[in-house]
Each structure stands twice: as C-alpha cells, then as structure tokens.
C-alpha cells in the first residue's frame, strides 16, 4: 500500500495517495515510513493536528526519529508553538548535529520568536560551517553580522 502510495503521489493524485498510505498506516501503524508518508501528505492538505499526532505516536515506539522530530519541528512552526519546535529541533540536531538545515531553522526560532540571540547566532553559525553555499547564506551572513553588533 505504501508503494501505491508512492506512485500515486508522484502522478500527482493525493487523493489516491492519501487512500493508500492510510490502508498502509491502518496496517502497519508502527511502521516508520507509512506514518512519515501519510503525515506529510495530510499536512500538505491542511490537515496539520492528524498529521501532528500521527508522528507523536511513532515517536513513542521511535523516539530517535530524525525525520519524525525535524518535520514537527517545520509544522509546529507553521502553527505558532514555539518551545515545542525548538524542542524537536534540538532532538533532531542531538541525532544528526550535522544537519544544516535544522541548525538554521532552530537559529531563526531563536532570533525570530523566543529572544534568544546568542542561541541563534551559534546556530547560524553553525549553519554556514556546515553548508557555507547553502542556498540562503547571504542573509545568513547578513543576521550574523547583525547579531555579532547587536551582542557586542
């Protein structure tokens, strides 16, 4: 069910995708890859409460999910809960802390919204060590610039 799945969401029919990755999901529901599928085509959709709690309960039988804990992470963003995110970053960065991507979205929560500059500047930093022509390295040399004379 999950390669059906699979295949319809590439032809674009998440309709049938989301038919096939629940059938999927409804079988296996400890699997992984059947929760991660079907949670981020019903975030896609709008459906972003299912599809939180759907990874919540694969984290209580994977709770070193790398995938599991960056997606909260985005979606929680999307939904204002802030703390929460920063916390599913941090788990993420404790499983890979070479992930740059999670680095740069856990330094724009703290610079963004939980007022914590120093956090986010060594995030960013970090960001730009591990991925120096990232696709966004100008503005995030640009924040850490802004940081440094901010915090000095």
Do not use: C
Request: charged share 20%; hydrophobic share 40%; no cysteine.
């Amino acid at each position: 069910y999950n390669n059906l799945g699979l295949i319809f969401f590439r032809m674009d029919m998440p309709d049938s995708a989301l038919y096939y990755y629940r059938q999927a999901y409804q079988l296996e529901p400890d699997s992984a890859s059947a929760a991660l599928n079907l949670a981020v085509l019903l975030n896609k959709k709008g459906n972003s409460e299912e599809a939180i709690g759907i990874v919540e309960r694969l984290l209580e039988t994977d709770p070193d999910n790398f995938l599991a804990h960056y997606n909260l992470g985005n979606w929680l963003t999307s939904l204002h809960r802030y703390p929460e995110t920063a916390a599913h970053y941090s788990k993420t960065l404790q499983i890979n802390p070479e992930h740059a991507n999670a680095h740069l979205n856990l330094g724009l929560l703290y610079l963004k919204y939980l007022n914590r500059p120093r956090l986010a500047l060594e995030h960013l930093e970090r960001t730009l060590i591990l991925e120096p022509e990232h696709p966004q390295a100008l503005s995030i040399r640009q924040a850490v610039d802004y940081l440094k004379s901010r915090l000095n």
